[in-house]
């Protein structure tokens, strides 16, 4: 399994940011993929999830109505398009599979994050 994040950078408050994520090694279109986030001391916080087929979303409070998460299953990609961003967005963001296996096990898969940084 592998995920690579990419679309991060530095931006001003209000303004947009998209993240992508290129997955590889599974069967993308058979799993909900998450965009999680963590800052410095901070603990590992859920931003979105999408269903497989993409129909389902689920945000926290904090970004709901300004960021909006989607998958391409034909191009293994999940994206976060971040509108109307907070100096509080600012953190690495990380795309994130989980895996059960046969015996109930699960197993989370991480990308290696992409750094969002909203100042003024």
């Known amino acids: 399994v592998q995920l690579v994040e990419s679309g991060g950078g530095l931006v001003q408050p209000g303004e947009s940011l998209r993240l992508s994520c290129a997955a590889s090694?599974?069967?993308?279109?058979?799993?909900?993929m998450n965009w999680y986030r963590q800052g410095p001391g901070k603990e590992r916080e859920l931003v979105a999830a999408v269903s497989s087929a993409g129909g389902s979303t689920n945000y926290t409070d904090s970004v709901k109505g300004r960021f909006t998460i989607s998958r391409d299953n034909a191009k293994n990609t999940v994206y976060l398009q971040m509108n109307s961003l907070k100096l509080e967005d600012t953190e690495v963001y990380y795309c994130?599979?989980?895996?059960?296996?046969?015996?109930?096990?699960?197993?989370?898969?991480w990308g290696q994050g992409t750094q969002v940084t909203v100042a003024s």
């Open positions: 994130n599979v989980r895996m059960t296996s046969r015996w109930g096990l699960k197993y989370d898969y």
């Open positions: 090694g599974f069967t993308f279109s058979g799993y909900t």
